[in-house]
């Protein structure tokens, strides 16, 4: 080995040793750590993760229990696997657990921790979540704006038309992503800004790189004595993704100045478009896959829909609660399939005590959404798609998915829960609709 690489090995090595070091936690407390899997050295568990990381987390908590101990680096970190621990997580210490951790992802592209879902917890993040309950989600705002999804749901209702006639394969995940972006843009700047072409799918691009690189566990972030080096690559990108963003942002927000309103902040775009774009296009995807591989249940779906609204109209938001076998199907997609199999980090503020075991203050908690939906303690037959589970008279028809039941939450719960989920979960259920009720759905092979 040359001696000048040698020299730089030796020191990218020692000063992670020393960071380790310095960053180590000393735990003054009677009660043990929750089990979990013996790490590397430096490193801790971060090498042990698959690129599913929820799928790896899943199989520590069937082998260590359902509230595991990890060391990503210098990091504590807890990951909870059953409602119950999340309970005492999400609800009973929800306002220990109510802040971020730090992360390259929210300096780099959350605007350096500016947007609401990366914002420390305190005054700043209680006025954007103000102004979003009040004027974006609130029953009302949702209310005014329909009309606006109404007209975007009926521009992806022909554009899916006319390509069947034609005899095309239909690019599901394109029309999807181009009704979301048409709602969106329409309620913030006032007109459609994307069309079925090329921008469209560049954005659509843009947004699945961002969805990629959040779901990194960036070394970095958890060994600090690497960080200057980006070993992954994973900031260079962020960076880079960022600027193209910003762009789009700008252009965003100069359209609006230049109509009747001012204003629009680059976070909150970077929030509504990302979010909003991803949970429709996955969940809305998931639930026509489930029902094209389940053909009776997408047959007893359709029916239901007929039955209510007929053959001479497409579907609208009021008829959507009196579709309890459609409602299901959505619950259940959401439980398989949650848009975010792991959820947002949090940090704890405080030390405390969960199920006997001392949660080290600072650390990271993780809820495996993912895991939780496939708990055979809690789910009877937890890999089948079983919409009857949520009907009346079924084992979970009390649940819903707002946070209330732990037991489905693919938005979250607690103080940080998803502060879109009205919305999110009104494009999810009025698009797959929409889908199944004016068109039969068969695979390009048949």
């Known amino acids: 080995m040359p001696p000048d690489l040698f020299l730089l090995f030796f020191t990218v090595i020692l000063s992670a040793i020393l960071c ?44 260590h229990g359902p509230l595991i101990y990890l060391q990503f680096g210098s990091v504590d970190v807890v990951v909870v696997s059953s409602c119950s621990v999340a309970s005492q997580f999400l609800k009973t210490h929800d306002a220990n657990f109510s802040n971020r951790p730090p992360n390259s ?16 917890y305190g005054s700043r993040w209680r006025a ?37 006639k034609k005899g ?27 069309g079925e072409g090329k921008e469209a799918s ?18 970095g972030d958890f060994v600090k004595g690497l960080a200057w080096m980006d070993p992954q690559g994973v900031v260079r990108k962020m960076k880079k993704l960022h600027k193209r963003f910003d762009e789009f942002f700008d252009y965003l927000i100069e359209a609006r100045r230049t109509g009747k309103n001012r204003g629009g902040g680059r976070g909150m775009l970077n929030n509504l478009f990302v979010a909003g774009i991803d949970t429709s296009s996955s969940t809305v995807e998931w639930a026509l896959a489930e029902l094209i591989r389940h053909l009776d249940i997408l047959k007893q779906a359709q029916e239901e829909l007929n039955s209510v609204i007929g053959r001479h ?22 439980r398989l399939h949650p848009p975010s199999p792991l959820s947002l980090p949090r940090t704890g503020n405080n030390a405390c005590e969960i199920n006997g075991y001392h949660i ?26 079983d919409p009857w589970r949520f009907l009346p008279g ?29 919305l999110g979960l009104r494009m999810v259920q009025i698009m797959t609709a929409t889908l199944i009720h004016a068109f039969d759905w068969v695979l390009p092979d048949g």
Not at 131 to 156: E, N, Q, T
Request: charged share 20%; net charge positive; aromatic share 10%.
């Open 360 to 385: 080290p203050k600072n650390a990271t908690l993780l809820v495996n959404v993912w895991a939780i939906g496939k708990d055979p303690t809690i789910w009877k037959n937890p890999i089948r798609f």
């Open 105 to 120: 992802g929210a300096e780099h592209i959350a605007y350096n921790y500016q947007d609401m879902v990366f914002a420390p």
């Open 313 to 334: 109209r497409l579907v609208t938001e009021q008829d959507l609660p009196n579709l309890p076998l459609f409602q299901a199907i959505i619950k259940e997609v959401f």
């Open 20 to 63: 380790s070091l310095l960053f180590k936690k000393n735990i003054n407390s009677t009660q043990p750590l929750p089990p979990g899997p013996k790490g590397w050295p430096i490193f801790g568990n971060l090498p042990q993760l698959s690129t599913k990381p929820h799928h790896t987390l899943y199989a520590f908590s069937k082998i």
């Open 128 to 164: 954007l979540r103000k102004i979003c309950a009040i004027h974006l989600f609130s029953p009302k705002a949702l209310d005014d704006l329909m009309p606006i999804r109404k007209a975007a749901v009926m521009s992806m209702a022909k554009e899916v038309y006319f390509q069947g």
């Open 168 to 194: 095309a394969v239909v690019d599901l995940s394109q029309v999807i992503s181009v009704c979301a972006m048409d709602a969106l843009s329409r309620a913030t700047v006032g007109w459609k800004v994307f």
């Open 394 to 422: 079924g084992p979970h028809a009390h649940a819903d998915v707002k946070g209330n039941n732990f037991e489905l939450i693919p938005f979250g719960a607690g103080r940080r829960m998803c502060a879109g989920m009205r």
């Open 202 to 219: 560049e954005f659509k691009a843009m947004v699945v790189e961002l969805m990629q690189l959040a779901g990194v566990f960036n070394v």
